[in-house]
C-alpha cells in the first residue's frame, strides 16, 4: 500500500540545521512530485517547497530561499527537507506530501515530524 | 507571495449549506485552475475534499462542492453535518511555480 513514512522528531538549537526525511514505498516515485508543507502549533498550513523526483528539479517558497533544500534518492525512493539557520519561528510540524505529477493535488500525506527549536 | 484570504470563521446549523471563500490574486486563483481544498480535523493531517477547482477525490461526500469566479474560489458544504467540524485550507498554484495556502476558516456546526 501508498506510504509515506517520515523520520521521528527532532529537537535543534536555534541557528543549527534539521533534516528530515521522507521514506516512500507502494508507488511508482517517479509519478509524483513531492512537497513539503508545514503547520506551527495553533497555526495553518504554510507551503515549503517541492522537488520533482524524476529530475531532482525544486521549488520553494520565497520566504524560505537560501535556507530550504530539497532532495532525493531515486534508489531508496527517499525524499529529504534540510531546513538551515532555524529559529523558534520554524517550529512546526513537517508534512511530506505526494502529488501525481502536474495535478495541483496534494493527495497524500505523511504523518508529519515534529521540529522544535529551542534554546 | 501573500496568502489567499479566507473567513477566519464560519458556521452554520446542522443540515444547512455554508460557503467559504479564497480571495487571491490574478498570480494565483485568477490565472490557473488549480485551486484544492483541504480538510483538517483536529490532532490529524490534512485530507482532499476537492482539486481542480471542482472535482472531488474517490470517497468524498458530494455534499462539498468548489468553484471559481476571477481571484475567487469557493467552497459548499451542503447538509452541514456536525463531522464537517474542522478547519479548512484553500490551496493554489502560482506564476512563479510555486504553491500558496490560504489563511484557514474554522467552520463550526451549530
Known amino acids: 500500500q501508498v506510504q509515506l513514512v517520515q523520520s521521528g522528531a527532532e529537537v535543534k538549537r536555534p541557528g543549527a540545521s534539521v533534516k528530515v526525511s521522507c521514506k516512500t514505498s507502494?508507488?511508482?516515485?517517479?509519478?509524483?512530485?513531492f512537497h513539503w508543507v508545514r503547520q506551527a502549533p495553533g497555526q495553518g498550513l504554510e507551503w515549503v517547497g517541492l522537488?520533482?523526483?524524476?529530475?531532482?528539479?525544486?521549488s520553494y517558497a520565497q520566504r524560505f530561499h537560501g535556507r530550504v533544500t530539497l532532495t532525493r534518492d531515486t534508489s531508496t525512493t527517499t525524499v529529504d527537507m534540510e531546513l538551515s539557520g532555524l529559529t523558534s519561528d520554524d517550529t512546526a510540524l513537517y508534512y511530506c506530501?505526494?502529488?501525481?505529477?502536474?495535478?495541483?493535488?496534494?493527495?497524500?500525506w505523511g504523518q508529519g515530524t515534529l521540529v522544535t527549536v529551542s534554546s | 507571495q501573500s496568502a489567499p484570504t479566507q473567513p477566519a470563521s464560519v458556521s452554520g446549523s446542522p443540515g444547512q449549506s455554508i460557503t467559504i471563500s479564497c480571495t487571491g490574486t490574478n498570480s494565483d486563483i485568477g490565472n490557473y485552475n488549480s485551486v484544492s481544498w483541504y480538510q483538517q480535523h483536529p490532532g490529524k493531517a490534512p485530507k482532499v475534499i476537492i482539486y481542480?477547482?471542482?472535482y472531488r477525490p474517490s470517497g468524498v461526500s458530494d455534499r462539498f462542492s468548489g468553484s471559481k469566479s476571477g481571484n475567487t474560489a469557493s467552497l459548499t458544504i451542503s447538509g452541514l453535518q456536525a463531522d464537517d467540524e474542522a478547519d479548512y485550507y484553500c490551496t493554489s498554484y502560482t506564476v512563479v511555480n510555486t504553491y500558496v495556502f490560504g489563511s484557514g476558516t474554522r467552520v463550526t456546526v451549530l
Open positions: 506530501v505526494r502529488e501525481p505529477s502536474g495535478t495541483f493535488y496534494l493527495g497524500f
Open positions: 522537488i520533482n523526483p524524476t529530475n531532482g528539479e525544486t
Open positions: 507502494g508507488f511508482n516515485f517517479n509519478n509524483y512530485h
Open positions: 481542480g477547482v471542482y
